[in-house]
C-alpha cells in the first residue's frame, strides 16, 4: 500500500513547503500530493500602485495593463521556480494541481501538472482540476486580465464523466464537504458532488477553504 502525503494553499510560505518535505521523507512518502495555491499575491505590491497609478480619467493604458502583467508573471514565476525545487530536491515522487492563486504551471511542472489529466495511481484512475470560481478581493484583478487558472463547473463535470476517475485531486471542494466558510457559505463545486453521488469515487482531496 503506499504511503502518500498532502498539502496545499502554502501561498508563498516556502519554509512550510520544506518542512513539511522534511516530514514526508523522514515517514517514507511514496508520493506527494499538492493540491493548489503556491502563490499569495502573484503581483509586486509596488508593480500593483504603478498600474493604478497610471490611471487617466477612470481607465488604465493598456501598455500600463501590459507592463503590469509581465511584471506579475514574472514575480509569480519565481515563486514557483522555487517552489519546484524544493518538490524536486525531496526526491519523493510528487503530483501538483494549480489553485485559484496560481496561473496555468503546466509548462513549469510538465508531467507532474495532473490539470485536466489522467494518470494511475496503483490500480486506480486519478484526475486532476484546479483553480475555483471565487476570489478575494487582491486576486479579482487579476482573474478580469485572465492571469488565474479558468475554472469551469460544466467542463469539470463533463471531464469526471468522461474519464470515470476513482481518485480526484481538486483544489475547489466538492458543494457540502469541507467548503464551509467562516460565514457558514458553502461554496463547493456541486460538479464534483453530482459526481460523487453518482459514481462514488474511492478519494477526494481538495484544499482551498483554509478554515475547514
Known sequence: MKKIFVAGDVHDDY?????????AQAKNADEIWFDGDFSLRPYKATDLQNLFSQKQ???I?????????EAKRTNNSAV???MKTIFDESGVPYRVVPGNYDPEINEMFVEKDLHKKTKTCGEAKMFGYGGADAFPSHIKLLAQLGEIVNFDHHELYKQLKQNLPDVLLTHNPPFMFC?????????GT???????????PKL?????IHES
Do not use: W
Open 15 to 23: 519554509e512550510a513547503l520544506a518542512a513539511f518535505m522534511r516530514y
Open 179 to 187: 467548503d464551509r466558510m467562516f460565514n457558514g457559505q458553502n461554496v
Open 80 to 82: 514557483l521556480r522555487q
Open 190 to 200: 456541486k460538479a464534483t458532488t453530482q459526481y460523487i453521488q453518482e459514481h462514488s
Open 61 to 69: 493604458p493598456r501598455q500600463a495593463i501590459i507592463n503590469f502583467i
Open 57 to 59: 480619467n477612470g481607465t
Open 204 to 208: 477526494v482531496v481538495c484544499g482551498h
